[in-house]
């Protein structure tokens, strides 16, 4: 799998198995905030200026003018959580689980496979009805979750990747001598572990015959 990720390092070894990101539909919550408030401050500014008649020592554009400030204040915040779900993405390697978030600065969070311990789906009533929800990812001697994958559409195809990852991270046995080299010559070959024992017994033998001459005389 092949990505153009710019914050994305990998090692030598290391391939990209899998690529997601919150889903957009994450927001609605805050699109439907928005639209409520900002229908009452238009509807507030509508009926001062042409029901109620009031004496105000303010003119109507004045009035118009705060309600458009008041719908702008309130498209902080699905502007705010749509910029951050399009500059959050989640990749699993074969090595790996990167999350990197942030809007103006790039924040990457990794935790390597080979020491995730537990993985929980946790899912509310419409994720359950609409297949999506949050992985937390658990870690060897950490406290809780050690990462979370917010808000997937289909959870279950990274939780089923990541336990592949995770299972050939468990098979995989650390570097080491050949099986018929000597004890201790780890990350020596066979034939270098040897020429270094046979130079070693002959600096033994020596230094035993230097001994013995030293004692005779």
Same mark, same amino acid.
């Given at each position: ?34 639209? #409520?408030? %900002?229908?009452? /401050?238009?509807?507030? !500014? ?5 029901? *109620?008649?009031?004496?105000?020592? +303010? ?76 992985? #937390?990812? %658990?870690?060897? /001697?950490?406290?809780? !979750? ?5 808000? *997937?559409?289909?959870?279950?195809? +990274? ?59």
């Amino acid at each position: 799998m092949v990505t153009d990720f710019e914050w994305l390092s990998l090692d030598p070894d290391e391939e990209v198995v899998w690529t997601g990101a919150p889903r957009l539909r994450r927001i609605a919550s805050n699109v439907a905030t928005f639209a #409520l408030w %900002s229908l009452v /401050g238009v509807a507030v !500014a509508f009926v001062v200026t042409t029901t *109620l008649n009031l004496e105000l020592p +303010l003119p109507d554009l004045a009035v118009w003018g705060a309600a458009v400030l008041w719908v702008l204040l309130q498209a902080v915040s699905p502007a705010r959580a749509y910029l951050q779900t399009e500059h959050t993405d989640y990749v699993l390697t074969s090595e790996n689980v990167y999350r990197k978030t942030g809007v103006w600065s790039e924040n990457v969070t990794r935790v390597g496979v080979d020491r995730i311990q537990n993985t929980q789906l946790k899912k509310d009533l419409f994720g359950n009805a609409f297949d999506y929800g949050t992985i #937390l990812l %658990s870690t060897a /001697g950490g406290s809780g !979750a050690e990462l979370s994958i917010a808000d *997937l559409d289909d959870p279950d195809e +990274l939780r089923n990747e990541l336990r592949t990852q995770m299972a050939r991270a468990g098979q995989q046995t650390p570097r080491g001598p050949e099986s018929d080299s000597e004890p201790g010559a780890e990350g020596v070959d066979p034939e270098t572990f040897r020429t270094l024992v046979d130079e070693a017994e002959r600096m033994r033998e020596t230094a035993e015959t230097i001994e013995r001459r030293l004692r005779n005389t």
